[in-house]
């Protein structure tokens, strides 16, 4: 996990040394919301619709090859039919909710000239800022025989996670300077702080992002 994020941090370092060529024109700018979903096919894990959204500076944003980073908040949703809690209990109908603010590190490579085509591919670097996990708890004690049922309520942090992705989109002309952005985007997320058993430990997710972009001034 630590040579990820120093690849990642590298990456960041890279695009903001590319964006001190005063040759070139001012950043773009991209303001975005976000709708994704985790994608499984394993026994006894649901998953439901998140959202997010996000602002990014776009470095050499008139180029057929640019370079995006900036920061994200997205939240996710996912459900477990059944965790061991250890010590003879365990938990069901397990719901986690949490939320990751994000830094993507992209490469984009643009197409077109009158309607905009692109696709885009790196990885973010997600920090947990706060979530929850809510359950059915019983427990035995196989000594006492004595059982106790309940709901269970915690906090719920990921950790640090590294997310490789890959969007293929298009930018729609509104004005001179301002396009509509129509992205989806695939995804695997990989979390730090789980077991080697967890769904969400790690798992692809689909994301379609939706927004504005603001096209740089060039210089005359």
């Given amino acids: 996990m630590k040579k990820q994020i120093l690849t990642i941090l590298s990456i960041l370092l890279s ?4 964006a001190q060529d005063r040759q070139k024109a001012i950043p773009g700018w991209e303001f975005h919301a976000s709708v994704n979903h985790p994608i499984s096919a394993k026994e006894g894990v649901r998953t439901f619709y998140g959202g997010g959204i996000g602002v990014n500076v776009i470095f050499k944003d008139t180029n057929r090859v640019s370079f995006k980073t900036g920061i994200e908040l997205n939240y996710f949703h996912t459900w477990d039919a059944w965790l061991n809690s250890g010590n003879f209990s365990n938990q069901t109908n397990i719901h986690y909710q949490y939320s990751v603010l994000s ?3 992209l490469v984009r490579f643009n197409f077109g000239n009158e309607l905009n085509f692109l696709v885009e591919f ?3 670097l997600g920090f947990s800022v706060g979530g ?11 000594f006492s025989n004595e059982s106790v049922n309940g709901f269970k309520h915690e906090n719920y942090t ?3 996670s590294i997310t490789p992705a890959i969007g293929f989109g298009t930018r729609l002309p509104l004005s001179n300077r301002l396009e509509l952005l129509l992205k989806p985007e695939i995804a695997f997320t990989k979390n730090e702080n789980y077991g080697e058993d967890s769904f969400n430990k790690h798992y692809f997710y689909a994301r379609f ?6 096209k740089p001034k060039t210089k005359k």
């Fill in 122 to 124: 790196g990885a973010y």
């Fill in 132 to 142: 929850e996990m809510r359950s059915d708890y019983f427990s035995n004690d196989p």
């Fill in 15 to 18: 695009m903001l040394t590319q």
């Fill in 158 to 160: 990921p950790g640090l």
């Fill in 209 to 214: 992002c939706a927004g504005i972009h603001l």
């Fill in 103 to 105: 830094i993507p590190a």
